[in-house]
């Protein structure tokens, strides 16, 4: 059993919008085994240095969700409307405390996203805002869960923060299932969602992902859908440990007749004691 997803929706004069992401998609699928490796397409020569970085990603991405599981931080959201030629309409900024809690009784793992409100923005109740969450679990598309949903080839090498990191480009498998879904009047539509992975060679950290949508949906309503996730190494203390965690993300969407543009930041990470935190929860 699982719990459902977080969403990421979109209200528009009327109509409703909802983009699942792929978060709580670890509770339904986690104990699935499936096995891990990287897919080249058949039309591209091999290179090995950018697969062996995508199958150490692999690895970290297990782990990623397993050590993000008990961890919380400031997030400052910037909730933007585009007008005509990409002109700023109207921004909101707000802040969060922001928990991501990941659980295992079973083996069935829960995975519970929570926001409470730090520094609420201005709201103009004649505005139409896009509202996002659940987006850092984008980095499912390489969990080798759904290995089988995408085809991944080598894209070059390029130079980010310092570094040289491989380039791996992810393109959708026609009919595979996807971690992101449109959910519109009651029903979901998978995103094909493609786009490219930095990669640090030898670690297999994923220092940035960008995806978007590249097969038309407007019929649904959707003209397009882009983001992009940056990620940078944070330290805790007892234990001393270095995780690569989510630094900030920019989600764009746009409808025939809006365009919005989110920008999350995340800082001030701790742990939180999942002890206590049950503890207290069962005690209300």
């Not at 800082?267 to 209300?284: A, L, P, T, W």
Request: one cysteine or more.
């Amino acid at each position: 059993m699982s719990t459902p997803p977080q969403p990421l929706a979109i209200l528009a004069r009327g109509r409703s919008f909802s983009f699942w992401r792929g978060v709580v998609l670890v509770a339904m699928l986690a104990a699935l085994a499936i096995p891990c490796g990287a897919q080249a397409s058949p039309d591209t020569p091999a290179a090995p240095d950018s697969l062996e970085a995508l199958a150490r990603a692999r690895d970290r991405v297990q782990m990623f969700f397993d050590q993000f599981s008990n961890v919380a931080c400031t997030e400052a959201v910037t909730q933007i409307v585009l007008g005509q030629k990409g002109r700023l309409s109207y921004r909101e900024n707000s802040a969060y405390d922001y928990q991501f809690l990941a659980t295992s009784e079973g083996g069935t793992m829960k995975v519970t996203e929570s926001r409470n409100t730090h520094n609420p923005a201005f709201r103009d109740p004649g505005r139409t805002l896009l509202i996002t969450n659940g987006f850092a679990s984008i980095l499912l598309v390489v969990h080798p869960m759904y290995e089988a949903s995408y085809t991944f080839e080598p894209a070059g090498e390029e130079s980010l923060g310092g570094g040289t990191l491989a380039k791996v480009r992810f393109t959708p498998v026609a009919g595979a299932t996807s971690p992101a879904a449109l959910r519109l009047r009651g029903k979901n539509y998978p995103l094909p969602l493609s786009g490219t992975l930095w990669i640090e060679p030898q670690t297999g950290v994923i220092v940035k992902l960008e995806a978007q949508v590249d097969s038309s949906l407007s019929e649904l309503g959707l003209a397009g859908l882009q983001t992009e996730v940056r990620y940078a190494p944070h330290t805790f203390h007892d234990p001393e440990e270095t995780m690569w965690i989510p630094e900030s993300a920019v989600i764009d969407v746009e409808t025939p007749r809006q365009h919005w543009r989110n920008l999350h930041h995340f800082k001030d990470y701790k742990r939180f004691n999942v002890g206590i935190h049950e503890e207290i929860g069962q005690s209300r």
